[in-house]
């Protein structure tokens, strides 16, 4: 019975010690290729390096060889994070990821994005479509050099799909899903405070250009007055947002940025303080590198964004650059008259039937 046990337990121990073996094995056969020569779908000689960070530098004769070796690199340490932004932005995560990520699918799905970019990469000049060609098959190059499919995707039991042109369209739309209201919401509330708490009031809540802003080296902020009491209505609205324990904590999101003069610094240079405020993620959203276009004398150094081959952050070396969060109204919340029948609605230009689309969602499994 005492060596029955120990063959059963050696056979446990046996099995446990393959597959951990085989994970290790997938595990580093799909790390990015960090040294050596290969062929390459390039014009000119490109050349990646890595300082002991492990921040990139990429360097090449034309715009579109270092656009290809960004491909490349994004690929091979990011193809996840980049699948994930376009998936998120087109509404197809459930292909991916199944049943779990209908709901999420069908609220992106709405806006149709995936079409929108298909109509948007029709309109670029052709100069910006040979970037966004290149780079995409950098991306597949990046792919095709792994020695095999990244371990999530054998987690998930799928294979990676080829990158097009069009995706890096999806993925800036994928950043307008994280920065921007997109579905009237904040119009909505700021018409409650307008109808509850009266202009004056909304304006200090809300403000939106209104005369109680003031810039921040003059400030001389004014409020209503006299404040007038709150009418039931509105106490009810703002005690039922008053969040007084941790599990419901108040979400504010933001960014900022500021300069400063090199008059005002010891070395005579001037400085820029960027901070984007976006969330916390594993990885990053960013990916640090630095492009050399020898041709056009262009060195920029900063964040690129995985799924698009620019540098969307930084200096070069001339100018510094960053950007916050844009406080412009981009979409608006639109009271529709309908007719009797609800097919037709009524625009400036007369009654407009309504446009019926069908969408499917691919379901992994399902």
């Known amino acids: 019975m005492r060596t029955a046990w120990k063959w059963l337990v050696g056979g446990v121990a046996g099995v446990a010690v393959a597959v951990l073996g085989l994970i290790a094995l997938v595990m580093w056969r799909s790390l990015p290729v960090l040294e050596g020569e290969m062929v390459a779908s390039v014009y000119h000689p490109v050349l990646v390096e890595r300082d002991e960070d492990g921040r990139v530098t990429i360097s090449g004769k034309t715009r579109a060889d270092v656009a290809w070796a960004t491909g490349f690199v994004h690929a091979q340490e990011r193809f996840l994070q980049m699948d994930l932004m376009r998936r998120r932005a087109a509404g197809e995560l459930s292909e991916l990821l199944g049943q779990v990520a209908v709901e999420a699918d069908k609220r992106w799905r709405v806006h149709r994005l995936r079409a929108r970019t298909e109509q948007y990469w029709q309109k670029l000049p052709r100069w910006q479509q040979n970037l966004l060609e290149a780079y995409a098959d950098g991306v597949n190059a990046g792919m095709k050099a792994l020695g095999s499919r990244p371990l999530e995707y054998w987690l998930l039991g799928s294979s990676p799909k080829a990158w097009r042109p069009q995706d890096s369209l999806l993925v800036v739309a994928s950043m307008y899903i994280e920065l921007q209201d997109e579905d009237g919401e904040q ?39 006299p404040w007038q009491p709150l009418p039931e ?16 904590p108040v979400d504010a999101v933001g960014s900022n940025n500021w300069a400063v003069s090199g008059k005002l610094t010891d070395n005579g240079l001037p400085i820029l303080e960027d901070d984007m405020h976006l969330g916390l ?23 690129t964004l995985p799924g698009v081959p620019a540098v969307v952050v930084g200096s070069n070396r001339h100018i510094a650059w960053g950007y916050t969060n844009s406080y412009g109204d981009w979409g608006d919340l639109i009271a529709l008259k309908t007719d009797h029948n609800h097919t037709h609605y009524l625009t400036p230009q007369g009654w407009q039937p309504f446009k019926e689309i069908q969408e499917i969602i691919h379901v992994k499994e399902a």
């Open 233 to 248: 209505l509105g106490q009810q609205l703002v005690l039922a947002n008053v969040h007084d324990d941790e599990r419901n």
């Open 187 to 225: 119009d909505w509330q700021r018409y409650l405070l307008r109808k509850v708490f009266g202009r004056a009031v909304a304006s200090v809540l809300s403000p939106e250009y209104s005369p109680f802003d003031a810039p921040i080296d003059d400030l001389n902020p004014r409020t209503p007055s």
């Open 281 to 303: 993620s594993v990885p990053s959203t960013w990916f640090y590198a630095r492009l050399i276009v020898k041709e056009s004398n262009i060195d920029v150094s900063g964040v």
